[in-house]
């Protein structure tokens, strides 16, 4: 069976830090890999995704994720985060459809 | 392009009555799913619509549970009777695809039942 965990729920970093929130999955053969994120009163959001090729990721909004199959992990990361990352975010798995295996989700809080 | 929209954002009902939630795809938008976060549990996923058809189904708990896509076009999500249990957010996406294409995702509905 397919999972994703997330292993932090909260994270509290200040505004200018630098973020990286922890992803691994459990998956028999090459998973597609996604980060979304849900703003307070908002819908999930497509960050990022990873089908194949490049390991390294680039999104939306400053943020990348890094596909590592040997820790079978995908890192989410973001250099310098804003007031406005502050949200819920969650690491999604799926064999290639649209049925999707979603982690727990790390809720971030920006200290300004 | 409009986003998914569902209605209504909060329902408060007693255990026992019925709810009904519905969802309005993107236009064009052949695959619509529902997806489920109870309190303190990932999301999961509940059932996939082709255009009017259940494409899948398995996600869904009980058969007090009753998706439908008449016409293909908007989804409602009936809940009868409802039990503590339903407790959670309901959310709708829709893909124009059902292989490797994004999905979008509505605010959800946010359902309580005391």
Known sequence: AQSVTQPDIHITVSEGASLELRCNYSYGATPYLFWYVQSPGQGLQLLLKYFSGDTLVQGIKGFEAEFKRSQSSFNLRKPSVHWSDAAEYFCVLTGGGNKLTFGTGTQLKVEL | ?114
């Open chain 2, 1 to 114: 392009e409009a986003g998914v929209t569902q209605f209504p954002s909060h329902s408060v009902i007693e255990k026992g009555q019925t709810v009904t939630l519905r969802c309005d795809p993107i236009s064009g938008h052949d695959n619509l799913y529902w997806y489920r976060r109870v309190m303190g549990k990932e999301i999961k996923f509940l059932l996939h619509f082709v255009k009017e058809s259940k494409q899948d189904e398995s996600g869904m708990p009980n058969n007090r549970f009753l998706a439908e896509r008449t016409g293909g076009t908007y989804s409602t999500l009936k809940v009868q009777p409802a039990e503590l249990e339903d407790s959670g957010v309901y959310f709708c996406a829709s893909s124009q695809s059902s292989y490797n294409s994004p999905l979008h995702f509505g605010n959800g509905t946010r359902l309580t039942v005391t």
